[in-house]
Every structure is written in C-alpha cells, then in structure tokens.
T-cell receptor, first 111, second 116 residues
Framework: QKEVEQDPGPLSVPEGAIVSLNCTYS??????FMWYRQYSRKGPELLMY????GNKEDGRFTAQVDKSSKYISLFIRDSQPSDSATYLC???????????FGKGNQVVVIP | GAVVSQHPSWVICKSGTSVKIECRSL??????MFWYRQFPKQSLMLMAT?????????EQGVEKDKFLINHASLTLSTLTVTSAHPEDSSFYIC????????????FGPGTRLTVT
C-alpha cells in the first residue's frame, strides 16, 4: 500500500462549479498536510497548509483534514479556467524532513 | 513572501558535460533545501536533502558522485549534474523549508535539463 493515495484524474468541471479533491494516507504519524498547485512546466505552488485535523479556509479554497479516517480534502469554490492545473497533496510527520506526495490530480475547468 | 528562485530555467547541454543549477531563497533563510526530479505526468521524486553547512543526504538509488549538491549558505543551494547523459534529461525542482520548524516546503519554478 502506498503511503499516500490520490486519484490522478483527470477531472473536468464547468466554470463556476465546485472542485473536490482528496487524498488518503496510511501513516498515522502524519501531522502536517499541504496542498500544492502545479501548472505545466512550473514548480508546485503552496496553496494550503494545515496541522492535524480540522478545516482551513482561504478565499475560494477550503482544506479539510480527518485524521481519524486518514483522509484529506481540498475544495475549490467558483472554479475558474485559471484553476486548471495539477493538484498535489503532501504530508509530513513531526521531526521528518521529507514530504510524502500524492500522484497529483489533473483538473480542467471548462469555460 | 517565501519565494524560491532557480537558475537557469532551461538548459541544453552535450553529453559528457556538467551542468550547475542554482536554487535561492529570496526573502527567507532556509536551513534545509531539497532537490527533486520530475518526469512528465509523474509526481515529484526526492533526490536529496541538504542542510546548510552539511553534506547532503541522498535518497536510495541517487548517485551522489553524479548529482553534486552544495548548500553553501542559508539562501543558496546548488545541484551539479556531472558527466550528463541523455537519461539525465528531466525537470529538476528545488524547495526550501523556512528556518524555525514549520514543515511546508516552498518550491522553485524548476529547471528543464535536456542532454543531447
């Protein structure tokens, strides 16, 4: 079983729809959870960073962490064509430098 | 804030030559920097972790004599691909962690290396 599972998609949605992305993980030591957005031929850009369980909102983005289910989600409201990118989940345990990444989920927002 | 730059963004070199890629944290100090490699439509593969003033820690299967990493200061790390071969052609991305214990990494824009 991989440490982090993420459905690679692609996921196509019409402009204005809600995009829902998620990752599951197996390592219960993970405490720090991140979502990155990566445009083609660019480095990943940090979107959301959360610690432990709970919700965090930033503009159109909401990140949720459910540690009891080992499940994290990212929601994008009022999606725009500029949101078309690959979204990577990543996570880390206390005292560990390394990030465990999901495979990335390609999102296409259709105008 | 938390901007990381890479130079060059794109480089073509001949087989057998060496290429140096620079990674800089522009507005923060980074005690730890990371080097990744990414193939098309795949996730990031960690190559090595470097701490300022220390030798880099390489991931299993990454040749340290081929991929030389130097973390000379709190804002600069370099990756040198020595005796490059066409199979080294890839997208190389660095990242940095803020000094002070937070776990998120900030990534550079990446360097596309093509070895002919």
């Amino acid at each position: 079983q991989k440490e982090v599972e993420q459905d690679p998609g692609p996921l196509s949605v019409p402009e204005g729809a809600i995009v829902s992305l998620n990752c599951t993980y197996s390592n219960s030591a993970f405490q720090y959870f991140m979502w990155y957005r990566q445009y083609s031929r660019k480095g990943p850009e940090l979107l959301m960073y959360t610690y432990s369980s709970g919700n965090k909102e930033d503009g159109r983005f909401t990140a949720q962490v459910d540690k009891s289910s080992k499940y994290i989600s990212l929601f994008i409201r009022d999606s725009q064509p500029s949101d078309s990118a690959t979204y990577l989940c990543a996570m880390s345990a206390t005292g560990n430098n390394r990030l465990a990444f999901g495979k990335g989920n390609q999102v296409v927002v259709i105008p | 804030g938390a901007v990381v730059s890479q130079h060059p963004s794109w480089v073509i070199c001949k087989s057998g030559t060496s290429v140096k890629i620079e990674c800089r944290s522009l507005d923060f100090q980074a005690t730890t920097m990371f080097w990744y490699r990414q193939f098309p439509k795949q996730s990031l593969m960690l190559m090595a972790t470097s701490n300022e003033g220390s030798k880099a820690t390489y991931e299993q299967g990454v040749e340290k004599d081929k991929f030389l990493i130097n973390h000379a200061s709190l804002t600069l790390s370099t990756l040198t691909v020595t005796s490059a071969h066409p199979e080294d052609s890839s997208f190389y991305i660095c990242s940095a962690r803020l000094r002070g214990g937070s776990y998120e990494q900030y990534f550079g824009p990446g360097t596309r290396l093509t070895v002919t």
